[in-house]
């Protein structure tokens, strides 16, 4: 009889469920929307009540033991019981007057509804497991466990990362008393060096400047700043403002209650009024992100300079601003800098997991010297497709075994746009060749069309270079590895036109470092192709249309193929293509 650890992230945004056995070794993890097709799944439970009895069955074979584990704390913080008394937190006292605004540049209702969506998450975790073990596994044991939200992300972090030893960082919007954790990873141990409390965040911040760039961050779309920011400069009128509305000291972020709510109303007079984006808010989006870099290298440096480590696991939602993380190693003293493939609240799922594994066998090594595989999610079956096969009359689907890569290779060096499917999916929210739109990078007009045709979202979005390791130093200025697409790199300018259509306009690519040994299928594909072209990387964007999680199922990925401009459907061995119009 086997014991198996649930961890489950219940923030009301991004949740997720992870599975790991007593040995520390990840049988699964995938963030809820998968499932459901559900972008961000809001205010959805971690575990649906029609999945986790196939995920239990696959997944833990010969149970006797099951412990539940959340990414938040039961214990609910002061601040949020006493509004909960006042009523604050039901639909009909959301906006209730008479209470005073928290120092914060986001509203009251804003900030009451994301504490209520996450006190109801709190309140029914784990419930639809608990009902379905006790009816398909009644002999089990069954235990309930509970961890601080900022240690989550911090054990995911270390743990997943090659580090003996580490500074760990956590940056985030909120967690149960403020937005930030610092810790000290060693002996597989996490050691909190501080925890701020208050409502100063960097999240909040980059949120307020997602909504005034005209974008909606509860939809995620902190992204389209990052994008939109290569199109800006520095608008020093804006960065003055910005300065006065937070700050950073140490490892605290303060609101300076004396200007703040003025200075956020100053801020509404750059806010973007339905006009294009690049000509109305790049200027922000520059700034904003200007100004973000400036206080994470403070609370960085801070980091390195308390612990002495020279290595920087990262986690939190700040953490996915892939931006800013390939420039850490130049503005702070770290050397090396390790983030997850999911450093974000959908990632705390297998954080929980792990700690509550560390709890009960403290001196069982989880972390070691090499980094964790990002692809632990659910597959498309071979079966799938031999459906398909059977029952279709329209499309052309080849079986190609032994040749699959070098005639997707083929299709990609003639221009073709292809969905790519292999194995298990991603954990976390970027395609990494398993989950994956391709394209030849080599020609920008392949941008466009991708935007236009495939994703139906804003020209100023960048897609990702793939590139092989042993090649990307020819192509990247201070290359160090991406494993996860987590860091933008500069293109060396003598390589920017050879590979126009994953060259940002500032001459940037947020790259994906491909290895044979951490995805071989996706690793010959790439290999093909350059011996095709002589350029070792492809153009990767996640497989989706803009507003949809990444495809779950093989219904899903024709969905996406028959109503876009994709050329070709790759799944497994199988090659997809759409009827010839002769």
């Known amino acids: 009889m086997k014991k198996y650890y649930i961890g489950l992230s219940i923030t009301y945004h991004d ?6 056995n007593d040995q520390g070794e990840v049988l699964f993890a995938e963030a809820t929307e998968r499932y459901l097709q559900n972008k961000r799944a809001l205010n959805c439970p971690a575990d649906p009540l029609l999945r986790v009895e196939e995920l239990l069955q696959q997944y833990c074979p010969d149970p006797g033991e099951f412990v539940i584990v959340s990414n938040w704390r039961k214990k609910r913080p002061l601040y949020e019981n006493i509004i909960a008394r006042l009523g604050c937190l039901t639909a009909s006292g959301l906006n209730k007057t008479g209470i005073k605004k928290l120092r914060s540049p986001l509203n009251n209702y804003q900030l009451h509804h994301m504490i209520a969506s996450q006190r109801n998450n709190i309140d029914s975790a784990g419930i639809n497991l608990a009902r379905i073990i006790a009816e398909y596994y009644p ?4 235990s309930f466990v509970d961890y601080h939200h900022h240690l989550t992300h911090a054990a995911t972090a270390c743990y997943s990362s090659p580090f003996a030893e580490s500074a760990c960082a956590v940056i985030d919007s909120f967690g149960e008393n403020g937005s930030m954790g610092f810790y000290h990873f060693k002996d597989q141990r996490l050691d909190c060096l501080y925890e701020t409390r208050g409502t100063g965040s960097i999240g909040f911040y980059y949120m307020k400047v997602t909504e005034l760039c005209g974008f909606d961050w509860l939809k995620g779309e902190e992204w389209k700043v990052m994008g939109l920011a290569s199109y800006g400069q520095l608008n020093d009128e804006l960065y003055e403002l910005l300065k006065t509305t937070i ?3 140490g490892f605290d972020c303060l609101h300076q209650s004396s200007k703040l709510f003025s200075s956020i109303s100053a801020l509404d007079k750059f806010k973007r009024r339905d006009q294009d984006p690049i000509i109305q808010a790049a200027d922000l989006a520059f700034t904003g992100q200007y100004f973000f870099a400036e206080l994470m290298t403070s609370l960085l440096q801070h980091l390195q300079q308390k612990t002495g480590s020279r290595n920087l696991a990262l986690g ?24 997850p493939s999911a450093p974000a609240d959908d990632g705390t799922a297998l954080g929980a997991a792990w700690l509550a594994l560390h709890h009960d066998q403290p001196g069982l090594e989880i972390a070691n010297s090499t980094i964790k595989s990002a692809y632990l999610g659910s597959t498309i079956s071979d079966n799938a497709v031999k459906n398909l096969i059977h029952y279709n009359r329209a499309l052309d689907i080849q079986h190609l075994p032994d040749s699959i890569c070098a005639a997707t290779a083929e299709l990609l060096a003639q221009g073709k746009l292809i969905g790519w499917i292999q194995g298990r999916a991603e954990f976390g929210p970027r395609a990494l060749g398993n989950r994956s739109i391709l394209a030849d990078p080599r020609f920008a007009t392949t941008k466009d069309k991708i935007n236009q045709q495939v994703k139906f979202r804003e020209s100023f979005r960048p897609f990702a270079p793939s590139v092989l390791h042993e090649c990307a130093d020819e192509f990247f200025v201070d290359y160090h590895e991406s494993p996860y697409m987590d860091k ?9 036109e050879s590979v126009a259509g994953v060259c940002h306009v500032d001459g940037t690519g947020r790259l994906q470092t491909v290895k044979e040994q951490w995805n071989p299928r996706y690793y010959q594909l790439i290999k093909a192709f350059y011996q095709q072209t002589q350029i070792p990387m492809l153009l990767n964007t996640s497989f989706n249309v803009m507003g949809k999680p990444l495809v779950h199922s093989l219904d899903d990925a024709l969905a996406v193929f028959l109503s876009t401009g994709l050329d070709a459907l790759v799944v497994n061995d199988y090659l997809i293509c759409k009827p010839r119009n002769d």
């Open 139 to 142: 002999d089990c044991t069954l």
């Open 15 to 20: 949740p997720a469920l992870a599975i790991i």
């Open 488 to 496: 933008t790199l500069r293109i060396r300018k003598s390589m920017q």
């Open 316 to 339: 939190g939602g700040c953490a996915l601003n892939s931006v800013f993380n390939g420039q850490i190693k130049e503005r702070t003293d770290f050397t090396q800098v390790f983030i």
């Open 247 to 249: 700050t950073v000291e």
